[in-house]
Each structure stands twice: as C-alpha cells, then as structure tokens.
C-alpha cells in the first residue's frame, strides 16, 4: 500500500513539511534547492519528506519554489 501525504505547517519555524512517512535518523538530507530540503530513503534513495523553509515569506512574495522531483499522485483507495 503507497504511504498517504501529510501535510504538517510549523507556524513557529515557518517550515511547511510534506511528508510519507514520519523522518527517522537513517534518512539522508539533501537541499533541492535554496532553503528546500528532502529527506531520503538511504536505500532507495526515494524522496520520503520535504521541508520547504520560510513558507509564508514565500507565499507572501510569490515565490514558490519549483521543485525537482517526480510526482505521481493517485486516490487513496478507501
């Protein structure tokens, strides 16, 4: 079963988080882009969380990253 995305706004760190799965201290970091961070699988090396840094000063001057990464979004069965 594809783990289902959560999406979690830390008001008080202005990161927005996306997430697969809860982060453990195995995954790798790396920056995608300016202040965009994705943690990996260390095997797989699939992109499992995203920290997009400073969301709402982005959102406010729109300036949303772009971010390099493949997507294939489905429904959730049930």
Request: hydrophobic share 40%; proline share 8%; with cysteine.
């Amino acid at each position: 079963m594809e783990a289902k995305l959560k999406l979690h706004y830390d008001k008080i760190g202005d990161i927005l988080y996306i997430s697969k799965c809860p982060p453990y201290p195995e995954q790798e970091s790396e920056e995608l882009s300016d202040e965009v961070i994705a943690r990996l699988n260390p095997v797989t090396r699939d992109v499992e969380n995203l920290e997009i840094l400073f969301f709402s000063a982005r959102l406010l001057r729109g300036d949303l990253p772009d971010l390099p990464i493949h997507a294939e979004l489905k429904l959730a069965a049930g």
